[in-house]
């Protein structure tokens, strides 16, 4: 795996944890997004992604904080994900 989770320590994350993060962040994404993809033009709502930037910056915190690390690239991970949702519930 690449790209903003290159900086997680091994020593500091087991491979079980770095799934657990991978596996619990992916689910709570999708249960941000499946909220907010029920109001209307939502993928071309400001507001809406200011919101959904704001509860995923609070989930990267949670895990930088657990396993002491520094995740970088968060917009990058932002639009992935925004991507994918579009994509999933557009």
Avoid: H
Avoid at 16 to 21: P, Q, S
Avoid at 52 to 75: H, N, P, T
């Amino acid at each position: 795996m690449g790209g903003a989770f290159e900086s997680v320590p091994k020593e500091k994350c087991s491979q079980d944890d770095f799934i657990e993060v991978v596996e619990n962040l992916s689910l709570k994404t999708d249960e941000i997004y499946t909220i907010f993809c029920k109001k209307p033009q939502w993928f071309d709502s400001i507001e809406v992604k200011n919101s959904v930037e704001s509860e995923l910056q609070d989930m990267i915190w949670e895990v930088e904080d657990r396993f002491g690390v520094k995740i970088d690239d968060f917009g990058k991970i932002c639009e992935v994900l925004r991507n994918i949702a579009v994509d999933k519930y557009a």
